[in-house]
């Protein structure tokens, strides 16, 4: 089944714990993005990467990581967290060509004490 | 002023209306747009792409106007499984995208 898969799906951690949201797609899609949603803010693109070794900021890229070494995997680092990174976060990955619709994985919603 | 607006609504119809949908943008370099669905706590689907000639999926029929910089949704005969928010979404370039708030439909029985 084609897909994308984010784990953890939910996730409670505190102030400044080192953490990675994984996503994996087997579409062989070559690009991925990850997008933060809000409440009154819809979602937001955190980073983007067009490729393998390919990555660039989107609309919220601070206090995130990111890291394309393989083409199905896209993992989002949060070195140091913070209250304000409480949010859902989804994944999505697209072809290069055409519409360029997204797949969105099922999300992961993160809480940061 | 957002890149992306929408009326948040909710909008609350029964079945079986039509009901209309817009978004309006600010970035006249906008490249491509679609409208996506996303049901309560689940992840965004694409609903359709959006083309300037206009196009039409069953009951589903979007508009972009470029000049005026807005895009429509139009959704005939509402079903009750229509209920969710609709989001206007953006490709600036590349794989850069901008999504609006949502709006929210509710179809009644």
């Known amino acids: 089944e084609a897909q994308v898969t984010q784990n953890p799906r939910y996730l409670i951690t505190v102030t400044g714990k080192k953490l990675t949201v994984t996503c994996s797609q087997n579409?062989?899609?070559?690009?991925m993005s990850w997008y933060r949603q809000d409440p009154g803010l819809g979602l937001r693109q955190i980073y983007y990467?067009?490729?393998?070794?390919?990555?660039d900021k989107g609309d919220v890229p601070e206090g995130y990581k990111v890291s394309r070494k393989e083409k199905r995997n896209f993992p989002l680092i949060l070195e140091s967290p913070s209250p304000n990174q409480t949010s859902l976060y989804f994944c999505?990955?697209?072809?290069?060509?055409?519409?360029?619709?997204?797949?969105f994985g099922p999300g992961t919603r993160l809480t940061v004490t | 002023r957002k890149e992306v607006e929408q009326d948040p609504g909710p909008f609350n119809v029964p079945e079986g209306a039509t009901v209309a949908f817009n978004c309006t943008y600010s970035?006249?370099?906008?490249?491509?747009f679609f409208w996506y669905r996303q049901d309560c706590r689940k992840e965004p689907k694409l609903l359709m792409s959006?083309?300037?000639s206009g196009n039409e999926d069953g009951r589903f029929t979007a508009q972009l106007n470029r000049a005026s910089q807005y895009i429509s949704l139009l959704i005939r005969d509402s079903k009750l499984s229509d209920s969710a928010t609709y989001l206007c979404?953006?490709?600036?370039?590349?794989?850069?995208?901008?999504f609006g708030p949502g709006t929210r439909l509710s179809v009644l029985p």
């Open positions: 999505a990955s697209s072809l290069s060509q055409g519409v360029r619709e997204q797949y």
């Open positions: 579409m062989n899609h070559e690009y």
């Open positions: 990467s067009m490729n393998v070794e390919v990555t």
């Open positions: 970035n006249s370099a906008s490249q491509s």
């Open positions: 959006v083309y300037s």
């Open positions: 979404v953006l490709r600036r370039g590349g794989q850069n995208f901008v």
